[in-house]
């Protein structure tokens, strides 16, 4: 396989792990947030916080998620 061939398929798995690691931060920064106002997640919460991580989810069906689990 040429070089050529290869290179968008690297760029592509580091774009993916850039953005893993923004959203790795961004769920930290809010369960920091919440530890610090005395408030922990639920497992449930937790778990869809980890498909946002993993790219399963977006924030936009995380937070909907989160919000139609609340309202019961």
Do not use: W
């Not at 922990?40 to 924030?59: C, F, Q």
């Amino acid at each position: 396989m040429a070089a050529a061939q290869i290179f968008p398929l690297v760029e592509a798995a580091t774009l993916h792990a850039t953005d893993r690691f923004k959203r790795r931060q961004t769920v930290d920064s809010v369960l920091g947030t919440m530890g610090a106002e005395g408030e922990l997640p639920s497992a449930k919460t937790l778990a869809l916080m980890e498909e946002y991580v993993d790219g399963r989810i977006t924030m936009a069906e995380l937070i909907d998620t989160i919000f139609v689990n609340a309202r019961g």
